[in-house]
């Protein structure tokens, strides 16, 4: 891999503020990308342009709500109007929710997980769109958890939005497989220290996982690398 494998390239990444998100963005960063960093918090993401920019890559800040789905729109205006392709989507930002028996499940939180985990990542796939299409060889990644596909007790809603989320995705991919560059991987970080681990295992040492900055790196060179729609990553330690 050269040292700027992604040199010249736009990437976008959700929940760049911290964790998973940050680490990424920093990685792609570094690799030579130009990296839109999106998230809540404009403070978070202020913290992370300036840990871009010091080591000597080029990064914009947008903070919004993705729950708020006019807000993606009106991004995917506004980054059209200063470039002409996207070649690069992260799809990372995800709502963990209350770990309770399905029964259980609060509606409120349930509507409010879903319209995160899914709806928002079907409006950022039609807001980006256009974008990844006119790029020579776009990617787009999105991360899963291993519930997606093994369930597991209280975790239902969390895990049923993921299995939805990876369906979701795939699907899109087939339908980009042959009439445009786009293609779709799936991206299990596995055990990592974050803070969204730590509120599912709060009893956990997170000095005995891996740091977000492996999933980051790995999923940099998934697509230094390239690959195939429908490819799957599971991140190990």
Do not use: C
């Not at 342009?49 to 800040?61: D, L, N, P, S, V």
């Amino acid at each position: 891999m050269t040292e700027k494998p992604l040199a010249g390239r736009l990437a976008l990444v959700t929940g760049a503020s911290r964790g998973i998100g940050s680490a990424t963005a920093e990685a792609l960063g570094r690799a030579g990308a130009h990296v839109i960093l999106t998230a809540r918090s404009s403070g978070g993401l202020e913290e992370v342009e300036e840990r871009i920019h010091e080591a000597g890559g080029t990064a914009t800040i947008a903070p919004l709500d993705l729950t708020e789905t006019d807000s993606i729109g009106r991004l995917a205006g506004a980054i059209g109007g200063r470039w002409e392709a996207l070649d690069i989507l992260v799809l990372n930002a995800a709502m963990l929710g209350t770990l309770a028996p399905v029964p259980h499940a609060d509606a409120k939180e349930l509507a409010s997980l879903l319209t995160l985990n899914i709806a928002a990542q079907q409006a950022l796939i039609a807001a980006f769109d256009p974008l990844l299409r006119r790029s020579k060889a776009a990617h787009l990644i999105g991360l899963t958890s291993s519930v997606a596909t093994q369930p597991r007790p209280f975790w239902g809603p969390y895990a049923a939005s993921k299995a939805a989320l990876e369906t979701l995705l795939l699907t899109y991919g087939e339908e980009m497989r042959n009439v445009s560059t786009v293609k779709v991987a799936i991206v299990d970080p596995g055990a990592t220290a974050t803070k969204m681990r730590q509120k599912a295992f709060p009893g956990e040492d997170q000095a005995t996982l891996k740091s977000p900055i492996v999933v980051g790196h790995a999923i940099v060179d998934l697509i230094a690398g390239d690959f195939e729609t429908g490819h799957r990553l599971r991140v190990e330690g």
